[in-house]
C-alpha cells in the first residue's frame, strides 16, 4: 500500500471447508457469490434441516487468497448473520473458534503491516517505489483507523492495523528516518554497506535539497563504495593466490589483478577521504571531521597520489623531478605477505585501518546528508 489515505476492501476468501470444525451430522457448505462468502448447511442422509440457534460449525483458520497457508482468526462482531473477523497478529495469543450458523455472511477485516512510499502518483509502481515503513495503530474512529509510522529502533509486538470494508486508513504520523534507510540496505561480504542507495533515497525525500550539496554528497557516496568493491575483488584474488597448485600463467592473471583493485581502490577512496575533509569548505558541513580521517590522511594522500600519477612514478619521478621514494611503490611484497600498502616510509594497514577508515567516512557522509 502507498503512503497516504486509501479506502480499504475486504481479504479475498479462498476456502474454508478443510478449517471448520463441524458439530453434527449436517456438512457444512461455504459459498462464494459476488465476491461475497456465506455458510450454509447441507443434510446428510434423513436428517433434518440445521437447528438456527445451533452452530454447524466451529471457525480457527481461513484461507486468504494473498495468503500461502490457512490464517488464525478472531471474532470481531456479529450483526445477525454478518460475521466480521480479523487475523491473529504475530504474538498474538491464540483466540477461541468462531461460531458458524446456517446462513452466515463472513468477512476479513484488511490487515496492513507496511507502506510503500513511491515518488509516482500511480499505486503499486516498481520503478519509482523508494522503501516501505513498518506502521502501527493509533485509534479508530466511525469510517477510519489512525496509523502511524513505528520509529526506528521501537520495539515491534507485530500488532498491524485492521480496517473494516469501505473504512480509510489514514496516516496520522509519517516519520522518515535515515537511520530506517539505512537499515534495509544489505552489507556487501566485506561488512561494509553501500551508502550511495541510502544517500540517494534520503536525499529524495521531503523538502526540496541543496542541489550542490546533493550532487557533492552522492559523489563522494559512490567513490567510497566503488573503494569497497575494489578492496573486496582484492580479497578475492589473494584467497585465490593462496590455492595449491596454480599454474604460472595463472598466478600473474590474479597478482596483477589483485594490484590493479588495490590501485583503484586507494585512489577512489582517497577521493571521497578528500572531500570529507574540503566539506566544511565545500557545501559548508558543520559535521566534523572524524580523528580516523585526520590520523590515516598523509599515508593515503601519498600513496594516492603514486598510483593516481603512476607514469611518473615508472620514471622514477615526483612531479617530474626524480625522487628516491618513486619506485617504491611497485613494491608490493608488503602487501601480499602483511596486508599493508608501502610507499616510501608511509604505509596502510588493508586489513585494520582502511576498513576503520571506510566506516568513518561512511559515517560522516551519513551525518552530513542528515545535517542538510
Not at 457444512?28 to 434423513?46: C, I, L, N
Not at 563522494?220 to 595449491?244: F, H, I, S
Not at 594516492?304 to 617530474?320: F, Q
Request: proline residues 6%; glycine residues 6%.
Amino acid at each position: 500500500m502507498n503512503a497516504g489515505d486509501a479506502a480499504t476492501s475486504a481479504e479475498t476468501i479462498e476456502g474454508l471447508a478443510q478449517q471448520a470444525v463441524p458439530t453434527s451430522a449436517h456438512a457444512v457448505v461455504f459459498e462464494q457469490r459476488d465476491g461475497r462468502t456465506f455458510v450454509w448447511s447441507a443434510t446428510t442422509g434423513q436428517e433434518s434441516a440445521a437447528d438456527p440457534q445451533t452452530p454447524l460449525a466451529f471457525l480457527a483458520t481461513i484461507r486468504l487468497a494473498n495468503a500461502s497457508e490457512p490464517v488464525q482468526v478472531r471474532l470481531v462482531e456479529r450483526d445477525g448473520s454478518r460475521v466480521l473477523l480479523r487475523q491473529l497478529d504475530p504474538g498474538e495469543p491464540e483466540a477461541e473458534r468462531v461460531p458458524l450458523y446456517d446462513g452466515d455472511e463472513l468477512t476479513v477485516m484488511q490487515a496492513v503491516s507496511h507502506v510503500g512510499l513511491n515518488t509516482s502518483p500511480t499505486p503499486g509502481s516498481p520503478e519509482q517505489f523508494l522503501f516501505g515503513c513498518r506502521i502501527v495503530p493509533v485509534r479508530t474512529e466511525p469510517g477510519r483507523v489512525l496509523a502511524r509510522t513505528l520509529r526506528f529502533g521501537e520495539l515491534d509486538t507485530g500488532q498491524r492495523v485492521h480496517v473494516r470494508p469501505g473504512d480509510q486508513l489514514q496516516l496520522a504520523d509519517v516519520t522518515v528516518e535515515l537511520d530506517h534507510i539505512d537499515s534495509q540496505e544489505s552489507a556487501t561480504a566485506s561488512g561494509h554497506v553501500p551508502l550511495t542507495p541510502v544517500l540517494w533515497t534520503w536525499l529524495s525525500i521531503g523538502e526540496a535539497h541543496d542541489a550542490t550539496r546533493t550532487r557533492y554528497l552522492l559523489a563522494a557516496a559512490r567513490r567510497l563504495d566503488t573503494a569497497n568493491r575494489l578492496l573486496m575483488v582484492m580479497e578475492d584474488r589473494r584467497g585465490e593466490l593462496k590455492r595449491d597448485g596454480l599454474g604460472g600463467p595463472e598466478i600473474r592473471r590474479k597478482l596483477f589483478d589483485l594490484i590493479g583493485a588495490v590501485e583503484m581502490a586507494v585512489i577512489a577512496l582517497g577521493r571521497a577521504v578528500d572531500m570529507v575533509r574540503q566539506a566544511a569548505n565545500s557545501i559548508g558541513c558543520s559535521v566534523p571531521v572524524p580523528a580516523q580521517v585526520t590520523t590515516s590522511w598523509p599515508a593515503l594522500h601519498e600513496i594516492r597520489n603514486a598510483y593516481e600519477h603512476i607514469e611518473d612514478r615508472t620514471l622514477g619521478r615526483v612531479h617530474k623531478k626524480p625522487d628516491p621514494d618513486a619506485l617504491t611503490i611497485f613494491d608490493q611484497r608488503r602487501l601480499l605477505t602483511h596486508d599493508v600498502l608501502m610507499y616510501g616510509q608511509h604505509q596502510l594497514d588493508v586489513a585494520h585501518e582502511i576498513p576503520q577508515l571506510l566506516a568513518a567516512v561512511r559515517e560522516y557522509l551519513k551525518d552530513a546528508a542528515a545535517d542538510g
